[in-house]
């Protein structure tokens, strides 16, 4: 019996994941439950799920949800301390860190360094902080298996093989919504438009990211810290059908895939019970429902976030992190139709020039980067013509 931490219960990841987890009643038993505001869905889920404990980040919701488990043996915590101490408790086998951006990094940060296993969605988390989290999981013996479809993916084709004989590894990308569309097309682009991805149903967040191909660029820095890699051995290839989630090419010239219907619950499922692979109904892939499976390269000059992640991988120290939180901070601003697509851009790069530099940030340098970067972003939102 696997006992599970589901950090972000309630979001994309949080509600597939417990989807598995109801699947498989023998193998998975809920310790720990989290969400930061959504309380209904929280109560619901502790109802069904009976954790020994649930813990909201939002403090103006904890009456709410205290009272309404008040009848249950459930423990109600509330506010991010708490959510870095559960993650740490013996009763505790498995941390899912599905919350989404840096507001995950701390209690996967105490995850890791408690020696927990971490099946890793939060990719904000080794964007931010990728050496210092590798680091600490090396340390303490803690397993990190990743939940993002593409790093699942490697893993899946890294099983018996010697990491050091990878050549490199090529990442795959829907594209997105606006595949193929060119900065003129792209300037009037809608929150509610850049929504409606192709392949996915996810997180308003990773949706955004999706159609700027941000969520790609957190992607290589991520697969970097996770396999190890060389910025040079990571390469994207745009894959419009989604049935190839990654591919690793060793250093015998043999490219290993691995396929399938997008799904996020079958990585979810693979991370929840590695090393076994677990019986399931989840519909099947059939070639004769894809007879072209096509690739191309990416379009780094229309998508630009996709070249600033790049360029803050290559730079390496704190500028991931910049670049991260600059991001967050205007990807929620286009969700407020309160810049443009295309500016979104441009604000992270200035960000990115105007943070100072540091080679080897400490957890507390990322903390105080992470703010500069939002402060000088949300300075250049209220400039936009969209926030007047
Ligand atoms: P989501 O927005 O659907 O859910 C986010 C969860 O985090 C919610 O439970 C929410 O309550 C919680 N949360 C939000 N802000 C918080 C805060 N400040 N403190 C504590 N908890 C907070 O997001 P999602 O789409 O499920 O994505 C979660 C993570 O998984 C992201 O890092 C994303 O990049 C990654 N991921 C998601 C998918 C997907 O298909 N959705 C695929 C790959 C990777
Ligand atoms: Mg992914």
């Known amino acids: 019996m696997t006992r599970l931490a589901i950090l972000g219960s309630t979001g994309s990841i949080g509600t597939q994941a417990l989807e598995v987890v109801a699947a498989h009643p023998e193998l998975f038993q809920v310790e720990i439950l989290s969400a930061h505001s959504n309380a209904e869905l929280l109560i619901a889920q502790a109802r069904q799920f009976h954790p020994n404990a649930v813990v909201v980040t939002d403090e103006t919701k904890y009456s709410t949800v205290k009272e309404a488990l008040s009848s249950l043996p459930v423990k109600v915590f509330s506010g991010t301390a708490a959510l870095n101490d559960v993650v740490q408790w013996e009763t505790v086998d498995t941390v899912l860190a599905a919350i989404v951006g840096i507001a995950g990094l701390e209690s996967t940060l105490a995850a890791v360094q408690a020696g927990k296993r971490v099946a890793l969605a939060n990719k904000e988390t080794l964007v931010v902080a990728g050496e210092l989290v590798m680091q600490a999981a090396a340390e303490k013996g803690a397993g990190i298996i990743p939940v993002d479809s593409e790093h699942s993916a490697i893993f899946q084709c890294l099983v018996g093989e010697d990491i050091r004989k990878i050549e490199k590894v090529i990442l795959t ?176 790069e200035k960000v990115m020039e105007q943070v100072t530099f540091i080679e080897h940030p400490t957890l507390e340098d990322y903390r105080q980067s992470d703010k500069d970067a939002r402060m000088y972003a949300a300075e250049h939102v209220k400039h936009s013509q969209l926030s007047h």
């Open 173 to 348: 990308a829907s594209g997105g919504p606006f595949l193929g569309r060119k900065p003129n097309y792209l300037v009037n682009v809608k929150a509610s438009h850049a929504l409606q991805h192709p392949n996915w149903t996810m997180g308003a967040k990773i949706t955004i990211d999706s159609a700027t191909l941000m969520n790609k660029g957190l992607e290589m820095i991520e697969a970097k810290w996770l396999f190890g890699l060389q910025n040079e051995q990571i390469e994207v290839v745009v894959h419009p059908q989604s049935i190839i989630h990654s591919l690793v090419q060793f250093a015998d010239g043999s490219v290993k895939a691995q396929m399938g219907l997008p799904d996020m619950k079958l990585p979810i499922q693979y991370a929840l019970a590695f090393p076994q692979r677990l019986q399931n109904d989840f519909k099947r892939f059939d070639f004769k429902d894809f007879s072209k499976l096509t690739f191309e390269a990416p379009d780094y000059k229309t998508f630009r976030n996709l070249a600033l992640a790049k360029d803050a991988m290559f730079k390496g120290g704190n500028t991931p992190c910049v670049m991260n939180a600059a991001n967050e901070l205007v990807v929620n601003s286009f969700l407020q139709n309160r810049v443009s697509f295309i500016e979104m851009s441009e604000i992270i």
